[in-house]
Every structure is written in C-alpha cells, then in structure tokens.
C-alpha cells in the first residue's frame, strides 16, 4: 500500500467553473476527513466517513461543496461555482480510528 | 468546544541545540488522543509524535519527545540536537473523534 493518493495535485479554474478531487485511502481504514488549509493556517475540518457514511460536515462547507465516498472506498469532493475564496489546498487523510494519514493535497487555484 | 492553541506563531533555534513547542487545547471530554505534525515546505503532512490521554507516561520518538500535562490541558514537543531536515510548520493536534489542529509554529533552523 502507498499511502493516501489525491489527485489532481494541482487544479487552476475559472471563477465559476465546477472542480472535483479525488482522494483513494488506506484500504484498510475505514474512516477518510477532508481539510481545507489556506497559507500559513493549520487545516480546518471540512467533512468525514466512517466507511459510506458521511458522519459529520462543517459549517465551512457550503452548500456549493459535496463529498462523497461510495462504496466506503475513494473518495470525492467537488466545490460547484467555484469563487477566489475557495483557492487553497484541500487535504484528504484516512485513519483506523485514531492518528491519520495524510495524501499530499491538491491545490486549488481559482483565477 | 475543543480549541487547539498555539501562542508561538515562529521559532529560531540553533543546530545542535533544544527547542520547545508550546500548545494548549481545551476540552470537556477525558478521553482522547494529542498530535504533533510536521509539515515541511513540500506541503505532507507527517506524523511527529502521539499521546493518549490515558498514559501518564511522555511519548519519545527518538529526539522528540513531549510533556503532557493532562490537568494543565497541555502539550509540548521538545526537539532536541536540532538538524536542519527539522525546519517545518508544526501543528499540535487533538482528536476525540475528528482531529483539530493548531494555526502551526514555524520552525527555523540556524546553522
């Protein structure tokens, strides 16, 4: 196993344009988070699954993002309309239950 | 709600020498488990050092080690003989159920 794979690593998009990532776990955890983290910031919670099931999102995700992970395997996030705000790098990690691993993020730049 | 504080935004430290990371975290809950990541500038997030809050006894990995002061709410990494590969943002973290994360200490290492 190779860890967490996200991809794109990098995504440049128009204001308004739709993005989805992809995010491919751990086999073995069940449980996958995604973060947001802007410039010299910590990472901030956006949503998490305990196998299928989405357990849990933030008040940071609006209603322009969704996630989700069919099958308790990948997982996806896509931010529709996307604005200038939404640019940053989007971190997915999975976990067996405590500590996580980390994939590398996509970076989202919105022009 | 659980908050993560770091009040160190940057460090500098000699090689060679021994540092210490400050982090304080608030919670209402007894169990559950404290982070240090490393994130160096290629942006992966990397586990560093973990404590379960059920163990008394301070997590050691080889030059880092933590104090965790329980009843204090608090949680510090000490790296000692400083290398320059420890350059990095620092993120203390919490998990009871989802991890929250600090806004990071860089890191700068002196030659």
């Known amino acids: 196993d190779t860890g967490v794979s996200q991809n794109p690593r990098h995504k440049i998009t128009k204001r308004g344009q739709n993005v989805t990532f992809r995010c491919d776990p751990i086999?073995?955890?069940?449980?996958l988070y995604w973060y947001r983290q802007t410039l010299g910031q910590g990472p901030e919670f956006l949503t998490y699954?305990?196998?299928?099931?989405?357990?849990?999102k933030s008040r940071l995700l609006s209603d322009r993002f969704s996630a989700e992970r069919p099958k308790g395997s990948f997982s996806t996030l896509e931010i529709q309309r996307t604005e200038q705000g939404d640019s940053a790098m989007y971190l997915c990690?999975?976990?067996?239950?405590?500590?996580?691993?980390f994939g590398s993020g996509t970076r989202l730049t919105v022009v | 709600a659980q908050t993560v504080t770091q009040s160190q935004p940057e460090m500098s430290v000699q090689e060679a020498e021994t540092v210490t990371l400050s982090c304080t975290y608030d919670?209402?809950?007894?169990?559950?488990?404290l982070f240090w990541y490393k994130q160096p500038p290629s942006r992966q997030m990397i586990l560093v050092i973990r404590q379960e809050a059920y163990k008394q006894q301070n997590a050691t990995e080889n030059r880092f080690s933590v104090n965790f002061q329980k009843a204090a709410k608090s949680f510090s990494l000490k790296i000692s003989d400083s290398q320059l590969g420890d350059a990095a943002m620092y993120f203390c973290?919490?998990?009871?159920?989802?991890?929250?994360f600090g806004k990071g200490t860089r890191l700068h290492i002196l030659p």
């Open positions: 919670t209402s809950e007894s169990d559950y488990y």
């Open positions: 699954f305990q196998n299928e099931a989405q357990l849990e």
């Open positions: 973290a919490y998990q009871h159920d989802k991890i929250i």
């Open positions: 086999s073995e955890h069940n449980r």
């Open positions: 990690a999975s976990s067996p239950g405590f500590g996580y691993t």
